[in-house]
């Protein structure tokens, strides 16, 4: 909305200084002091009111060191990520925007299944909360919307490699008269000199129609990536900072690749693909990340709020769809690796007990407890201990995911 008014006073009034709205950079940084100056002020006045409400955690009891004492800890506090990144979004952000629209779309769609299952939760008293297979439908829909107008939509394109130079202008985009923006259902593949995989060539073998036909590839491949991706955000998110941090850090990286790949300068530089118009995805990452951050205030160990799957399955599924809208969805193992490991453990746990129980007849466990994070608590690690070194990790392979953008 902000946007759209200091333009009016640029274009129309020529006001001066109105113009630095038209600067992704600019907007950005606003965007983030906006996000964290929301997080951090209003989130105290959110827990109270989630106090108030006795919108309580339920604490199982796991044998876990200080485990009882964060039991009635306010939950849901995902409302509060989501209230400081939207915000700053629909202010600084152009709203037609098709990225945009879809991570707000995300936003709210992923936060709305969050909160209905902390709702049944905490007022229904229903520990299982919503039905696994609800979550699974709603985290389908978002795949199947998201999926479907990144390949259908004709504001999604890819920009053809030029060798002709191209020049800035005046607000922070550039023009080029020899470049031919296409649909195209191609990503990255990371670690690869020639990296880029198209979709549609899969079925290349099956039909001679195979890029009227990809979407029979690409939407699936959404769907997966989205509820896989949203689920290990949930499965992080077991002890204070953890999924908060590593999401902080993760998104960040996400934001430069965003950058990089809007600005045709930048991405003929670095000869990564150019997708116009990605670039406004980094306002929004911004504000993500001041959210994050914020809400890393209260959750820091002791906690102060937990986020409930509001907020855990609204990171996933944020995550998901930035890193699938600037191609570079290959590289979330690496990049969200600590999600995979936490899902990974689960899978691995409860296969071999089932498997262990029918043939011995006695249910054996390869973790001590799953996710991974209760694994190391039961070896007598401290949770802030845990939680710093799992950010390192973060730290670490967000960097090895930048460097891929020469390493190949």
Same mark, same amino acid.
């Given at each position: ?27 950005s940084a606003l965007a983030l002091i906006l996000s964290l100056l929301l997080s951090t002020v209003y989130g105290k006045k959110i827990i109270n009111f989630l106090r108030n409400q006795q919108v309580g955690e339920t604490v199982r009891e796991l044998g876990l060191a200080g485990q009882t004492q964060k039991a009635g800890t306010p939950t849901m506090g995902g409302l509060i990520i989501i209230f400081a990144t939207l915000i ?12 945009? !629209? %879809?991570?707000?779309? +995300? ?8 909160? @209905?299952?902390?709702? #049944?939760? *905490? /007022? ?77 060539? !899969? %079925?290349?073998?099956? +039909? ?8 029979? @590839?690409?939407?699936? #491949?959404? *769907? /997966? ?92 599924? @944020?995550?998901?769809?930035?890193? *699938? ?60 201990k845990i939680v710093t070194r799992f950010w390192i990790i973060t730290i670490l392979l967000a960097i090895v995911s930048i460097v891929t953008l020469k390493l190949r």
């Amino acid at each position: 909305m902000l946007y759209y008014f200091f333009e009016y006073l640029d274009k129309t009034l020529d006001i001066p200084g109105t113009g630095v709205f038209q600067y992704i950079t600019f907007r950005s940084a606003l965007a983030l002091i906006l996000s964290l100056l929301l997080s951090t002020v209003y989130g105290k006045k959110i827990i109270n009111f989630l106090r108030n409400q006795q919108v309580g955690e339920t604490v199982r009891e796991l044998g876990l060191a200080g485990q009882t004492q964060k039991a009635g800890t306010p939950t849901m506090g995902g409302l509060i990520i989501i209230f400081a990144t939207l915000i700053p979004v629909l202010l600084l952000t152009k709203l037609n925007n098709i990225y945009i !629209i %879809l991570l707000i779309v +995300t936003t709210l769609w992923m936060g709305t299944i969050g909160f @209905i299952d902390d709702y #049944i939760k *905490i /007022f229904k008293k229903d520990k299982q909360g919503l039905k696994g297979i609800f979550k699974v439908i709603g985290q389908v829909g978002l795949g199947l919307i998201v999926g479907s107008v990144l390949y259908f939509s004709p504001a999604v394109t890819v920009r053809e490699k030029s060798s002709k130079p191209v020049l800035f202008n005046q607000t922070e985009s550039v023009i080029s008269q020899s470049d031919k923006e296409v649909k195209s259902m191609t990503t990255t593949i990371p670690f690869m000199k020639n990296n880029e995989l198209d979709y549609a060539k !899969i %079925l290349e073998p099956f +039909t001679d129609d195979y890029q009227k036909w990809a979407w029979l @590839i690409f939407i699936p #491949i959404v *769907i /997966f990536i989205i509820t896989a991706v949203s689920n290990g955000a949930n499965l992080t998110d077991g002890i204070d900072g953890l999924a908060a941090g590593t999401s902080a850090i993760s998104v960040l990286a996400l934001g430069i690749f965003a950058f990089i790949s809007g600005n045709i300068i930048l991405s003929s530089y670095l000869n990564v693909m150019y997708i116009p118009n990605s670039g406004e995805m980094t306002v929004f990452i911004a504000a993500f990340v001041g959210a994050l951050i914020g809400f890393l205030w209260y959750n820091s160990y002791p906690a102060s709020v937990f986020m409930g799957d509001t907020g855990s399955l609204t990171i996933g599924g @944020i995550i998901a769809v930035l890193a *699938i809208s600037v191609r570079k969805e290959m590289l979330l193992p690496v990049l969200c690796a600590i999600f995979f490991a936490e899902s990974a453990s689960v899978i691995i746990q409860v296969s071999y007990f089932k498997y262990t129980k029918k043939r011995f007849g006695e249910g054996r466990r390869i973790f001590l407890m799953s996710p991974l994070h209760h694994h190391y608590q039961k070896k007598g690690y401290h949770e802030s201990k845990i939680v710093t070194r799992f950010w390192i990790i973060t730290i670490l392979l967000a960097i090895v995911s930048i460097v891929t953008l020469k390493l190949r």
